[in-house]
C-alpha cells in the first residue's frame, strides 16, 4: 500500500507556517513525526497538519513552543479555548454552547465598531476551536442571519453588512483553502442575482466548496442572470450556488432566475440558499435548483454532484 500523506510545502500552507520552521520543530522539539517515502521525503498526514495548526495558533497567544510540543491536539484545542472565553467556563472545562455564544457576541462587537482586526482575531480562534466546518456551520452561518436581523430591524446598517461581507470573505479566503486541485477538479461559480446585495450566504458556500475540493470562482454580488451564465460556460463550470436574502417578493428576481436557466448550458447543476430562497420555492422548482438554508444539506448536494448521484435540471424549452 503507497504511503499518502501532505509534503512538506503543502503542510506548511494549510498550518500556516513555513517549511523551515517545522523542519525546526521537528528536529527540536518532535513537534511532528511525519512518515518518509523510499526518497526519504517527508509526508504529513491530516492530524500532523491540525496539531501545526494549533501550535501556530497557540504561540500566537503567547506560548513557548518549548512548553507546548508535546501537548496534543485536544490538549491545544482547550489550551486555547481557556483562553478565549474563561468567564463561560466552569470547572469541568470546555462548554461549546458558550464558546460559541462568546464567539458570534465578539464578530458582532467587532461589526458594529467596524474593526477589521477585532474581526479578524475572533475568527482566527473559532477556527481553531471549531474547524472550518465547524467555523462556517456553527458561526458565520447563525451570524450571517443574526446580521440579516438587525440590519432588517435598523439595529445595524447596511454598511455594517456590507463590512462585514467583506472581512469574513477575506478571512476565509485565506485561512480556508482546498488540500490539492487538479485539471479534474470540479468547478463551482458562487453569486448573487440581480437585487440580491446580501453576499454572505454565498460566501459561506463558496468558502464550504473549496473546503470540499471544489474549485470556486466567487463573482459577489447583484449580477444579472447573462453575467452569471457567461462566467458558468467560461469557466466549464458543473454547478451555481446562488444566495437569495432579501427581497422576499421581487418580481423582476423570478425572471432573473427563469432567464438564468435559459442561458445555463445543459448539465449545469442549481444550488440556492438564503433566508429568502423558499419566498421563491416556485420558480427555484422550475429551474430545478437544489434549495435550503442548511449549509450542510448542501453541502451534502454537492458531494453528491461529485458522485453524480444529482441529475441536473433538464435544458429548458425555448
Not at 277 to 286: F, H, I, N, V, W
Request: glycine share 8%; aromatic share 4%.
Amino acid at each position: 500500500m503507497p504511503i499518502t500523506g501532505y509534503p512538506i510545502r503543502i503542510a506548511a500552507k494549510r498550518s500556516g507556517l513555513t517549511p523551515h520552521v517545522i523542519r525546526i520543530w521537528e528536529k527540536r522539539y518532535r513537534a511532528a513525526e511525519p512518515t518518509r517515502t523510499d526518497t526519504n521525503r517527508r509526508l504529513y498526514s491530516e492530524e500532523d497538519v491540525e496539531r501545526l495548526s494549533l501550535l501556530r495558533a497557540a504561540i500566537g497567544e503567547g506560548h513557548r513552543i518549548g512548553n507546548i510540543a508535546t501537548l496534543s491536539a485536544e490538549e491545544l484545542r482547550r489550551l486555547l479555548a481557556t483562553e478565549l472565553a474563561p468567564a463561560t467556563r466552569g470547572p469541568r472545562g470546555l462548554n461549546h454552547d458558550n464558546d460559541v455564544g462568546c464567539l458570534e457576541a465578539g464578530c458582532l462587537e467587532a461589526i458594529r465598531r467596524m474593526d477589521p482586526a477585532a474581526l479578524d482575531n475572533v475568527l482566527g480562534r473559532a477556527l481553531v476551536l471549531l474547524g472550518g466546518q465547524g467555523l462556517l456551520q456553527r458561526l458565520i452561518g447563525p451570524l450571517a442571519r443574526k446580521l440579516g436581523d438587525l440590519w432588517l430591524d435598523g439595529t445595524l446598517s447596511a454598511a455594517h453588512e456590507h463590512f462585514a461581507s467583506a472581512a469574513i470573505r477575506s478571512f476565509l479566503a485565506n485561512a480556508i483553502k482546498p488540500s490539492t486541485l487538479t485539471p479534474s477538479s470540479p468547478c463551482l461559480v458562487a453569486a448573487t442575482p440581480a437585487g440580491q446585495l446580501h453576499e454572505l450566504g454565498a460566501v459561506m458556500v463558496a468558502a464550504a466548496a473549496t473546503n470540499a475540493g471544489w474549485r470556486v470562482v466567487y463573482l459577489g454580488a447583484s449580477l444579472p442572470a447573462a453575467e452569471i451564465a457567461g462566467a458558468v460556460v467560461q469557466n466549464r463550470a458543473q454547478a451555481l450556488a446562488l444566495s437569495l436574502v432579501y427581497p422576499m417578493d421581487d418580481a423582476g428576481l423570478v425572471q432573473e432566475l427563469l432567464d438564468l436557466a435559459r442561458f445555463l448550458p445543459a448539465g449545469v447543476n442549481i444550488l440556492a440558499g438564503g433566508r429568502a430562497a423558499r419566498s421563491y420555492a416556485e420558480p427555484l422548482r422550475k429551474i430545478g435548483a437544489v434549495v435550503s438554508d442548511d449549509l450542510g444539506i448542501l453541502l451534502e448536494a454537492l458531494e453528491a454532484m461529485r458522485r453524480g448521484t444529482i441529475c441536473p435540471a433538464p435544458a429548458p424549452a425555448h
